[in-house]
């Protein structure tokens, strides 16, 4: 590394573009981790942030993870983010907004391609796309790659909720298995869903209580404070909400002895990784098991295949976080440095 440039998840990022439109009042970033695989793919948050310095932090941290789950997912594209500024909880990103966003993404000729994320949809994708082509998660054909990635995600992510739990705690199904589910919006909700037709036992939280509590009726779940999930008495704990929620001080509070879910970023730090091995506690790295979504959008955006090629590369999700368990179990080390070291190589890093 040749700097870090005052932040310390800098990790030698070809490019991080900050951008600012008078017109509209669009603050964003667009983070260009590595295109040594192909065109930096990765979807386009909207989030209030503290500061600007967390916001830029975030930036980081997502596009290298893009990196990495592009890699671990064979697809032939590098790891990139946006990140759109809200200037305060609960606003709403504008079209003018969304406009300069797609101009921002054009100005760079390829070299990032965005897609849904977290407070955005596919309609809002529609209007980024008036001003870019470089944009993926756009509605498609019936049978066709793309469209909104949230339920790809989720079956990626049930998938290997599944093949963890059968590694972790040697369940042949999820009958009866105590599931643990932190955030229930696209990803999450959908994970629940299929969890609960398999008869597992959930227990849902969320931050928005009345999204949880509907669920958890639609299901006949529990439910509980978010406040209290990840330390919740259950076999697996399911983060599908935002990340950073496995520190130093939550791990020691965990009683499910794996960790699977569709959050990004779950870790909050390096050191993080070694404290859940340590803890005996069997993870599933977050940017092996959500690659669902990475996977249908850059299809879309590449041409290759369609819904039947999509699915085909979800359900070797598991396969992957084999490998990774596999490494593990033979050097000692954690799931995350296993993780990272295979994308890396890959990457070429």
Known sequence: MLTDWG???FDDHEGVHLFSDRDSGLSAIIAVHSSKLGPAAGGVRFWHYADH???ITDALRLSRGMSYKNAMADLPLGGGKGVILADRPGAEVTTAQLEAFGRATESLGGRYVTAEDVGMSEERMKVVASQTRHVSGLPVAAGGAGGDPGPVTARGVYLGVKAAAKRGLGAS???GVRVALQGVGSVGGGVARLLAADGAKLTLADVNVERARALAVELGVDVVDASAILSHDADLFSPNALGAILTEQSI????AKVVAGGA???LATRADGQRLHDAGVL???DYVINAGGIINVGLEYLGQGDRDEV???VDRIPLRLEQVWDESARTGDPESEVAD???QQLIGR
Do not use: E
Not at 252 to 255: A, D, G, I, N, S
């Open 7 to 9: 932040f310390p998840d």
């Open 53 to 55: 310095r967390a916001a």
């Open 173 to 175: 199904d999820m009958r």
């Open 252 to 255: 020691p509070t965990l009683k």
């Open 264 to 266: 990004n970023n779950q």
């Open 283 to 285: 993870y599933a790295p």
């Open 311 to 313: 699915m085909a590369r």
């Open 341 to 343: 070291r295979i994308a």
